[in-house]
């Protein structure tokens, strides 16, 4: 059962990434959101740290 809810956690935490900082690089980056929220979608939390030293203005 603890499996179970630590990969539903996971999931929901790799969905809310990208959805956060697609929704955030729209108002804060000169770069496409598209391409920040792939970023942080296939690097996980290193794609956020990217993010934030990198793509916001």
């Known amino acids: 059962m603890a499996e ?3 990969f539903v956690l996971a ?3 790799a969905i809310a990434i990208p959805l956060w900082v697609y ?3 729209k108002q804060h980056s000169d770069q496409s959101p598209l391409l920040w929220a792939l970023v942080a979608f296939f690097g996980g939390i290193l794609g ?3 993010y934030f030293l990198l793509g916001r203005n």
């Open 4 to 6: 179970a809810l630590l």
């Open 11 to 13: 999931a929901l935490v």
């Open 23 to 25: 929704s955030d690089a």
């Open 48 to 50: 956020l740290l990217l």
